[in-house]
């Protein structure tokens, strides 16, 4: 089983709709969540950083975290062209051996059409 | 907003050369990365680099690999004789301390292994 899965999509939603992006993990040692995003040609740019399970809103933007169920999710609300990029979801450790790295989901491809 | 720098954006190098890869992390941050992209693959994790010291490496971070802070504001990754399978966007990050503060990336380094 692999560490992060995400679905890699491509996602194509109408300019106003709401998008949902997810990703599940089994490492029980995660315990910092990120999305980025990343336009063609670019680095990731972070988004949304998290710790612990619930909500946390920043605009349009939303990120959901359900550690028991190992799942983190993404909602864009209002989603406009300018949206249209990939999401990777990133987690991170706390201790041991794997804090400080960042383990990536695929990447999910959005396209937000006028 | 302070930004992550990297170049060159991209580098084209003959196979067995030679490339070192240049980043100016975030001036007062004090952990850096090296995270590397194969094209349609996810992003993964090669080295954290703390204190003048690699913290943690990956299996891909072989003895071909090194990296450096060589003054006060650049952090580098040298790749000793290339591979055709080095070829990859290369992200460097950073980060002010690694207590619940996310990482910033910068835009990448295309290399091409001819």
């Known amino acids: 089983q692999k560490e992060v899965e995400q679905d890699p999509g491509p996602l194509s939603v109408p300019e106003g709709a709401i998008v949902s992006l997810n990703c599940t993990y089994s490492?029980?040692?995660?315990?910092?969540f990120m999305w980025y995003r990343q336009y063609s040609r670019k680095g990731p740019e972070l988004l949304m950083y998290?710790?612990?399970?619930g909500n946390k809103e920043d605009g349009r933007f939303t990120a959901q975290v359900d550690k028991s169920s190992k799942y983190i999710s993404l909602f864009i609300r209002d989603s406009q062209p300018s949206d249209s990029a990939t999401y990777l979801c990133?987690?991170?450790?706390?201790?041991?051996?794997?804090?400080?790295?960042?383990?990536f989901g695929q990447g999910t491809i959005l396209t937000v059409h006028p | 907003e302070p930004e992550v720098t990297q170049t060159p954006s991209h580098q084209v190098t003959q196979m067995g050369q030679e490339v070192i890869l240049r980043c100016v992390p975030i001036?007062?941050?004090?952990?850096f990365y090296w995270y590397r992209q194969i094209l349609g693959q996810k992003v993964e994790f090669l080295v954290s680099?703390?204190?003048?010291?690699?913290?943690?490496k990956s299996e891909i971070f072989d003895d071909q690999f090194s990296v450096e802070r060589p003054d006060g504001s650049n952090f580098t990754l040298k790749i000793r004789s290339t591979k055709l399978e080095d070829s990859a966007m290369y992200f460097c990050?950073?980060?002010?301390?690694?207590?619940?503060?996310?990482?910033?990336f910068g835009d990448g380094t295309r290399l091409s292994i001819l």
């Open positions: 990050a950073s980060r002010r301390s690694n207590s619940n503060q996310p990482q910033h």
């Open positions: 490492n029980s040692a995660f315990q910092y």
């Open positions: 998290t710790y612990s399970s």
């Open positions: 990133a987690m991170e450790g706390a201790g041991g051996t794997s804090y400080g790295k960042l383990t």
């Open positions: 001036s007062n941050h004090l952990y």
């Open positions: 680099f703390y204190n003048n010291e690699i913290s943690e």
